[in-house]
C-alpha cells in the first residue's frame, strides 16, 4: 500500500471522525462537502473531537494540533480529489445522491484514485457502474465514535480487484483500525446487519406507542448489560440518518408501519432541529443524557 493523501467526501458525523482519525495517523486529508457553510462546521466538529482523543487515547495537545493542520478543505471535487489516493465516501444514504456524486468523482479523479464507500445499507455493486472503475471500488465502513470503537468492515463486490481490496484492508490497519473482512456483499455487512433490526424494533415500539423512549432503552441496557440502549445508539448515529433508511424501507416495501415511523422522525424530530447528541438534542438532551443519570436503570 501507497496511500499517502486521502479525501474524505462528506463532512457530517462520521465523515468528520474519518478525517480526523486519518490525519491523526499521519495522512494528508482533504475534506469535500457541497458547500462553504457545511465545510465550517465540519471544522467545528472536527475541533470538538480533540477532547475525546484526549480524554480516550491520552493523546497530546501537540499530536492533535498537528493532525488538524493535516486537513484541508474544499467545495470544489475536483480540487479535493486532484492527488486522491483514495476517496472515502461518506455523504448521505441516498440512492440519487450517491449515484450522482460518483459520476462526478470518476470524471475528476486521477486514474490511480481508489474509492471506497462508506455506506451503512447500500451495497457498492449499486454504483460501481456510476464510478467508471468498477475494479477500484468497494465498501469501507466505519462505526460512530471511530477513535474507540474502532471497527473497519471491508467489502468487496463482484467487480473488485483482489489488489485494491488488500490495500484498504491495510490501510485500515494504518489508520489504527480493526480491519473485518466481508468477502461476498451483505446488506448492513456485519456490523449493521445485527444492529438496524435492533433500532428498527425500538423505533417501532416507539411510533406504534408501547413504550416511550427511556422505558425502551431502560429495558435493553437491564436485561442485556449494553452501557446504552437503541435511541441513545440512534442519538450518536444522527436520526437524519435513521430516517434516510427508514423511509427508504417504506417507499421500497409500502409497509405503513415505516411510512408511519418515518413520519414521525421527520415531524417530532428532524423538522424542529433534534437531529441527535451532535446538536444536543435528539432523542435525548445533551449533554448529560438521562440515561448517564445515576438511578436511570433503578425502579
Do not use: C
Not at 46 to 52: P, T
Not at 110 to 135: C, I, M
Not at 171 to 181: D, H, N, Y
Not at 240 to 258: E, L, M
Request: without cysteine; negative net charge; charged residues 25%.
Amino acid at each position: 500500500m501507497n496511500y499517502q493523501n486521502i479525501t474524505v467526501a462528506g463532512s457530517g458525523v462520521l465523515g468528520s471522525q474519518i478525517a480526523y482519525q486519518t490525519a491523526y495517523h499521519g495522512f494528508h486529508v482533504f475534506v469535500y462537502d457541497i458547500n462553504d457553510e457545511a465545510l465550517e462546521k465540519a471544522k467545528e466538529r472536527i475541533s470538538k473531537l480533540k477532547s475525546s482523543y484526549l480524554e480516550d487515547l491520552g493523546a497530546t495537545e501537540a499530536d492533535l494540533d498537528a493532525a488538524y493542520d493535516r486537513i484541508s478543505f474544499s467545495s470544489d471535487l475536483a480540487k479535493a480529489a486532484a492527488d486522491a489516493d483514495l476517496v472515502i465516501e461518506a455523504i448521505p444514504e441516498v440512492v440519487d445522491i450517491k449515484t450522482k456524486f460518483y459520476n462526478q468523482l470518476g470524471e475528476v479523479a486521477p486514474e490511480k484514485t481508489v474509492f471506497a464507500t462508506n455506506s451503512s445499507t447500500l451495497l457498492p455493486s449499486q454504483f460501481a457502474d456510476a464510478t467508471g472503475r468498477p475494479e477500484k471500488f468497494l465498501a469501507l465502513h466505519f462505526a460512530n465514535e471511530i477513535w474507540k470503537n474502532n471497527t473497519a468492515e471491508i467489502m468487496k463486490h463482484p467487480g473488485t480487484d483482489n489488489q485494491y481490496f488488500e490495500e484498504v484492508i491495510e490501510f485500515a490497519k494504518a489508520i489504527g483500525m480493526v480491519a473485518l473482512p466481508l468477502h461476498k456483499e451483505q446488506p448492513g455487512y456485519i456490523l449493521n446487519s445485527l444492529l438496524v433490526p435492533l433500532l428498527d424494533a425500538a423505533e417501532l415500539l416507539l411510533s406504534n406507542e408501547v413504550a416511550d423512549v427511556e422505558t425502551i432503552d431502560k429495558t435493553w441496557m437491564i436485561a442485556t448489560g449494553a452501557p446504552k440502549g437503541p435511541f441513545a445508539i440512534l442519538d450518536v448515529v444522527g436520526i437524519t440518518t435513521s430516517y434516510n433508511i427508514v423511509k427508504a424501507k417504506a417507499d421500497k416495501t409500502g409497509d405503513p408501519q415505516f411510512k408511519k415511523l418515518a413520519e414521525l422522525l421527520k415531524t417530532e424530530y428532524i423538522d424542529k432541529g433534534k437531529l441527535g447528541a451532535a446538536t444536543g438534542e435528539g432523542f435525548y438532551t445533551y449533554p448529560n443524557p438521562s440515561y448517564e443519570q445515576p438511578g436511570f436503570l433503578d425502579n
